[in-house]
């Protein structure tokens, strides 16, 4: 059994920053990828940001310059740092972890951006 907890939403204005952490727990964890997903309200989730064992990270255009995904195979954590927060922003985040295949998700955390 796999557990993915993530920490660290909130509200920030437009312009702000806010940092998510996840950390994923269990037995024998062979990780092939983890990333971060998105919900906004009405919208199907989309992908944010995600990398692989050995890969490089990819990113949602709508992210690219603003967004920082960091991660460390040996803690099984995965970090996203968000900069210059925009309203559109506003959504439940998630973290993915895939381990042997098999896709594992957080329970979310909110993120809300005024302007």
């Known amino acids: 059994q796999v557990q993915v907890v993530e920490s660290g939403g909130g509200s920030v204005q437009a312009g702000g920053s806010l940092r998510l952490s996840c950390a994923a727990s269990g037995r024998s964890l062979h990780i092939n990828a983890m990333g971060w997903y998105r919900q906004a309200p009405g919208k199907q989730r989309e992908l944010v940001a995600r990398f692989t064992t050995g890969g490089s990270a990819n990113y949602a255009d709508s992210v690219k310059g603003r967004f920082t995904i960091s991660g460390d195979y040996t803690k099984n954590t995965v970090d996203l740092q968000m900069n210059s927060l925009k309203p559109e922003d506003t959504a439940v985040y998630y973290c993915?972890?895939?381990?042997?295949?098999?896709?594992?998700w957080g329970q979310g955390t909110q993120v809300t951006v005024s302007s």
């Open positions: 993915n972890i895939n381990v042997w295949g098999s896709n594992y």
